[in-house]
């Protein structure tokens, strides 16, 4: 039987007459080449996506009016036990792009959809409910990728994770790069990407690599904006904002998430807080939009190597009200550290948290894009969980293309074996992090002990499993993303005992 067929004798069929929905010669040719994806899961509800279009590499708009899409939520994947159906509307403003927000759902359910329009049905996805917060939970998982550069290598590690039976994907960004850097397969434009139709036509690109198709059909995405999702440099003229409205845009047109961006407009909603049963409260700030000034050590005193990315730190970075995620942000994150009982405290940062020094001939140099390059803000962070007594504070990051587990501490040269905090950051899916990079970061490394293991050489994501007593962080990597096909295993297991901060290796 087709999957047409499922939805004939199902809820869709049924309720159909019901919708009148109008048929134009727009919508008999709309068809999903993107698929479906799912995110933003709460206990009750979760965003359903898709877009319409003639196909992946033709951007034309198919309509000039709002399409009706039809979508149902099943139990089964078969879609015979129907739960919800509606309508969504996919508008071309958005680029024909649906955001279904579905309520009423049960907590910690597994639940399958799809999408009809003109008489063309989707692919059936699977998505999930978070359990409900507060309420009693033994063990969560969850996959953090990061980072995935389209010419640098395929995205197979995305395959990896088929069996995890993970609750979601927490995507700390960088999930379209807007800059070629050559590789196994090439941008489909010239870069960089300037207006709204370079960005739709990149995001169309990614969304063609199979294992990450495959990824979102699985399962429900929590996806976060890093550097190169829309570029955030200090450059505020006109069209620099422009250029970022593009950016969010396109991301939100291609993102099941579930709050849009004002049109035209160089800001972009995407803070998030969830609380998974009584196991975790989970924070995703955004580190990018409010962030104070990265240049302000460029003042001709100055020094930078390695591309410029380690940079000698100035007076200036020492600034005490000096802040990464802006002060709104701050008392927000202040506020969920401080009346938190969960048992696991998470803060999902784009970029490491940890303190990293690297000399470079007799002298200190940091990663200032990093929490190094915000030592005030946070020290606020460590001071608020140590004042506060937080249960079990984790950090999950990216951004450097490598794989780092650390005890943070509340200041860097502190005992290393009395940390704050324990961070991992996981490497990424197929960006490389490359050797003028990595190799000052590994020649660093005895002199930051607090610095458990550093892996700049492999791809692939991070699989956190988490129960009352213990954190369990798998670093699954993958043996090659040059070619497709590559195959994911776990490399390293690091935990984390509740009520000791610090990772050992299992
Ligand atoms: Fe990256």
Same mark, same amino acid.
């Given at each position: 039987?087709?999957?047409?067929?499922?939805?004939?004798?199902?809820?869709?069929?049924?309720?159909?007459?019901?919708?009148?929905?109008?048929?134009?010669?727009?919508?008999?040719?709309?068809?999903?080449?993107?698929?479906?994806?799912?995110?933003?899961?709460?206990?009750?509800?979760?965003?359903?996506?898709?877009?319409?279009?003639?196909?992946?590499?033709?951007?034309?708009?198919?309509?000039? &009016?709002?399409?009706?899409?039809?979508?149902?939520?099943?139990?089964?994947?078969?879609?015979?036990?129907?739960?919800?159906?509606?309508?969504?509307?996919?508008?071309?403003?958005?680029?024909?792009?649906?955001?279904?927000?579905?309520?009423?759902?049960?907590?910690?359910?597994?639940?399958?959809?799809?999408?009809?329009?003109?008489?063309?049905?989707?692919?059936?996805?699977?998505?999930?409910?978070?359990?409900?917060?507060?309420?009693?939970?033994?063990?969560?998982?969850?996959?953090?990728?990061?980072?995935?550069?389209?010419?640098?290598?395929?995205?197979?590690?995305?395959?990896?994770?088929?069996?995890?039976?993970?609750?979601?994907?927490?995507?700390?960004?960088?999930?379209?790069?807007?800059?070629?850097?050559?590789?196994?397969?090439?941008?489909?434009?010239? *870069?960089?990407?300037?207006?709204?139709?370079?960005?739709?036509?990149?995001?169309?690109?990614?969304?063609?690599?199979?294992?990450?198709?495959?990824?979102?059909?699985?399962?429900?995405?929590?996806?976060?904006? *890093?550097?190169?999702?829309?570029?955030?440099?200090?450059?505020? *003229?006109?069209?620099?904002?422009?250029?970022?409205?593009?950016?969010?845009?396109?991301?939100?047109?291609?993102?099941?998430?579930?709050?849009?961006?004002?049109?035209?407009?160089?800001?972009?909603?995407?803070?998030?807080?969830?609380?998974?049963?009584?196991?975790?409260?989970?924070?995703?700030?955004?580190?990018?939009?409010?962030?104070?000034?990265?240049?302000?050590?460029?003042?001709?005193? *100055?020094?930078?190597?390695?591309?410029?990315?380690?940079?000698?730190?100035?007076? @200036?970075?020492?600034?005490?009200?000096?802040?990464?995620?802006?002060?709104?942000?701050?008392?927000?994150?202040?506020?969920?550290?401080?009346?938190?009982?969960?048992?696991?405290?998470?803060? @999902?940062?784009?970029?490491?948290?940890?303190?990293?020094?690297?000399?470079?001939?007799?002298?200190?140099?940091?990663?200032? &894009?990093?929490?190094?390059?915000?030592?005030?803000?946070?020290?606020?962070?460590?001071?608020?969980?140590?004042?506060?007594?937080?249960?079990?504070?984790?950090?999950? @990051?990216?951004?450097?293309?490598?794989?780092?587990?650390?005890?943070?501490?509340?200041?860097?040269?502190?005992?290393?074996?009395?940390?704050?905090?324990?961070?991992?950051?996981?490497?990424?899916?197929?960006?490389?992090?490359?050797?003028?990079?990595?190799?000052?970061?590994?020649?660093?490394?005895?002199?930051?002990?607090?610095?458990?293991?550093?892996?700049? &050489?492999?791809?692939?994501?991070?699989?956190?499993?988490?129960?009352?007593?213990?954190?369990?962080?798998?670093?699954?990597?993958?043996?090659?993303?040059?070619?497709?096909?590559?195959?994911?295993?776990?490399?390293?297991?690091?935990?984390?005992?509740?009520?000791?901060?610090?990772?050992?290796?299992?």
């Amino acid at each position: 039987m087709k999957r047409r067929d499922f939805l004939v004798g199902a809820g869709l069929a049924l309720a159909a007459p019901a919708l009148a929905i109008r048929k134009t010669a727009a919508q008999a040719a709309a068809a999903f080449p993107f698929s479906v994806a799912s995110g933003d899961p709460t206990a009750n509800a979760v965003v359903l996506w898709t877009r319409l279009a003639r196909a992946v590499d033709d951007p034309t708009p198919i309509s000039a &009016q709002p399409i009706e899409v039809e979508w149902v939520v099943a139990s089964d994947e078969l879609l015979s036990d129907v739960v919800r159906t509606g309508i969504g509307l996919a508008r071309p403003e958005y680029g024909h792009s649906v955001h279904v927000d579905v309520d009423g759902l049960q907590p910690d359910r597994s639940y399958f959809y799809a999408f009809r329009v003109g008489g063309e049905m989707s692919p059936v996805g699977r998505t999930r409910t978070l359990p409900a917060a507060g309420a009693s939970h033994q063990r969560f998982r969850f996959n953090v990728v990061s980072c995935q550069h389209w010419e640098n290598g395929y995205f197979d590690a995305y395959d990896g994770m088929a069996d995890d039976d993970a609750s979601f994907v927490l995507h700390l960004g960088d999930y379209i790069y807007e800059v070629g850097r050559g590789g196994v397969r090439a941008h489909e434009t010239k *870069d960089p990407l300037v207006t709204l139709e370079d960005y739709r036509r990149r995001h169309a690109l990614y969304k063609t690599d199979a294992a990450l198709r495959r990824a979102h059909e699985r399962m429900p995405f929590m996806v976060t904006l *890093d550097n190169h999702d829309a570029l955030t440099e200090d450059s505020a *003229d006109d069209a620099a904002l422009a250029r970022r409205a593009a950016a969010y845009q396109a991301w939100y047109e291609f993102q099941p998430v579930r709050h849009a961006p004002p049109l035209q407009a160089p800001t972009m909603p995407i803070l998030r807080g969830l609380d998974i049963g009584d196991l975790m409260r989970l924070s995703i700030p955004d580190t990018r939009q409010f962030r104070e000034s990265e240049s302000l050590c460029a003042d001709g005193s *100055d020094k930078k190597f390695a591309f410029g990315v380690f940079q000698k730190p100035c007076a @200036a970075i020492e600034e005490p009200g000096r802040s990464m995620l802006g002060r709104a942000q701050e008392n927000w994150l202040d506020v969920r550290l401080a009346t938190s009982s969960a048992r696991w405290n998470v803060m @999902a940062s784009t970029v490491m948290m940890t303190p990293f020094d690297m000399d470079h001939d007799g002298e200190l140099y940091r990663y200032l &894009q990093s929490w190094d390059g915000y030592p005030a803000a946070r020290g606020r962070i460590l001071d608020r969980i140590t004042g506060s007594g937080v249960a079990n504070p984790v950090c999950i @990051a990216g951004d450097i293309h490598s794989s780092m587990v650390s005890n943070v501490m509340r200041r860097p040269g502190d005992d290393p074996k009395k940390p704050v905090m324990t961070e991992f950051v996981g490497t990424s899916i197929s960006s490389l992090w490359p050797e003028p990079l990595a190799k000052p970061m590994h020649d660093a490394l005895p002199d930051n002990p607090h610095v458990r293991h550093f892996d700049s &050489q492999k791809r692939g994501y991070v699989r956190c499993t988490v129960t009352g007593d213990l954190w369990t962080t798998d670093l699954r990597t993958i043996d090659y993303t040059d070619r497709v096909g590559g195959k994911v295993t776990t490399d390293r297991s690091f935990v984390v005992e509740n009520g000791q901060a610090g990772a050992k290796e299992a």
